[in-house]
């Protein structure tokens, strides 16, 4: 879903007299991180010898249900939920998944009666993340269907449903909570891909029944593919585990071992060097966000054409400090005599998501924060050009 970060192509000439490269912010591809990783050079190299990891099966431990997770993985996921203390882990059932797409749908499966004689109506409340429509009905699944925007359901006309409820949320980087008045007729499924300390304050464990994480958001390894839900009841836990099984017989071994050592080198990093080091993932993450938050703001600066969000700043257990959430994405909203804020960038090449997309106004962009140092330099120096040319 990620897709390219940028395109080095030129376009017709525009406003400014000249052509300029394309500046892809559509997807949320996570090279923002790529220089700490580079720092840290061979402390993740992985090396797999040709005879080892050969099994669909992983060694499980005694009682576990997920029979592809490396123990090496759930001791990992455990250790740095613990250490962070963004979610409860304790009586909780591990299902490691092909990223956070395929928990998505093992979960939909998983809380779905395939008795009923019509689908449960999935839905989430706008602006929602933009994949949630197409992800659910891309099957044509006779166990769910889209149903819309949460804020607008109604359990008692409309029956049965599972809502999704993305927090922090994509795009908009507010704190969420079940909205729907469910009277006993709801299900619920917590995607918490960007509750980490460089995006969000962490001020409480997260203590649902079904939870996710990715590992792409957790560290920046989108390509490693790697996700992993937290889930109270076994039974739901041994349904997610058979529809990653007819799915795709399991998760690659190799990107689970190369992620338990990335998350163990994070662990031992905090162990030997604490908060006050650059060797810190987390404290490094949140204030490389928080530059670009601030440099974001003063382009924008007092202008009448453009607005983001703003945030309060909040206490983080983990980094020990008041911290302002600064989200992975800028939800970019237009001044009232715009009405299509993608259209006003594409203008001057810049792909941003369009708001309709998160069940939104076109009057809304999102604009991922997470590009290279040289990607997000380029969008700063045209959103100023912008910002003076259209004013």
Request: proline fraction near 5%.
């Amino acid at each position: 879903m990620c897709g390219a970060e940028t395109t080095n192509h030129s376009t017709e000439s525009n406003g400014f007299g000249g052509n300029l490269s394309l500046i892809d912010l559509d997807p949320g591809n996570p090279t923002v991180f790529e220089p700490y990783w580079r720092r840290m050079g061979d402390k993740c190299r992985v090396v797999i010898p040709g005879c080892e990891l050969m099994s669909y099966k992983a060694a499980t431990k005694p009682g576990k249900v997920c029979w592809f997770l490396l123990p090496e993985l759930e001791d990992a996921i455990v250790r740095l939920h613990r250490l962070v203390g963004n979610a409860v882990v304790d009586d909780r059932y591990i299902v490691v998944g092909t990223g956070s797409t395929q928990l998505y749908q093992a979960a939909l499966y998983a809380l779905s009666n395939p008795a009923s004689l019509k689908p449960i109506n999935v839905v989430s409340a706008a602006p929602y993340y933009s994949c949630y429509p197409e992800e659910t009905d891309y099957l044509c699944s006779r166990l769910y269907k889209w149903a819309g925007d949460a804020n607008e359901y109604n359990a008692n006309k409309s029956g049965p449903f599972i809502e999704v409820v993305n927090s922090p949320n994509n795009p908009n980087g507010s704190l969420r909570e079940s909205v729907v008045k469910d009277c006993g007729q709801g299900k619920l499924i917590h995607d918490l891909a960007y509750y980490w300390p460089q995006f969000m304050p962490i001020n409480r464990p997260a203590d649902h029944d079904l939870m996710y994480f990715t590992f792409s958001k957790c560290t920046g390894h989108a390509g490693s593919r790697i996700g992993w839900a937290l889930v109270k009841d076994r039974e739901v836990a041994i349904k997610m585990t058979k529809y990653i099984e007819l799915n795709s017989i399991g998760v690659s071994k190799d990107s689970q071992f190369r992620t338990a050592k990335i998350m163990e080198l994070l662990c031992n990093e905090h162990k030997e060097f604490g908060l006050n080091s650059s060797n810190n993932f987390f404290e490094y993450g949140n204030r490389l966000m928080a530059q670009r938050w601030e440099s974001l703001r003063e382009a924008i600066g007092s202008s009448d054409l453009f607005s983001v969000p703003s945030f309060e700043r909040q206490y983080c257990f983990f980094l020990g400090r008041p911290t302002k959430p600064y989200p992975a994405f800028a939800w970019l909203k237009c001044n009232e005599e715009t009405e299509d804020c993608g259209s006003l960038l594409r203008r001057y090449n810049i792909l941003g998501r369009n708001g309709k997309r998160f069940g939104a106004d076109a009057k809304y962009l999102r604009i991922s924060m997470l590009s290279s140092d040289d990607v997000f330099e380029d969008f700063l120096d045209r959103l100023n050009a912008i910002r003076l040319f259209e004013e």
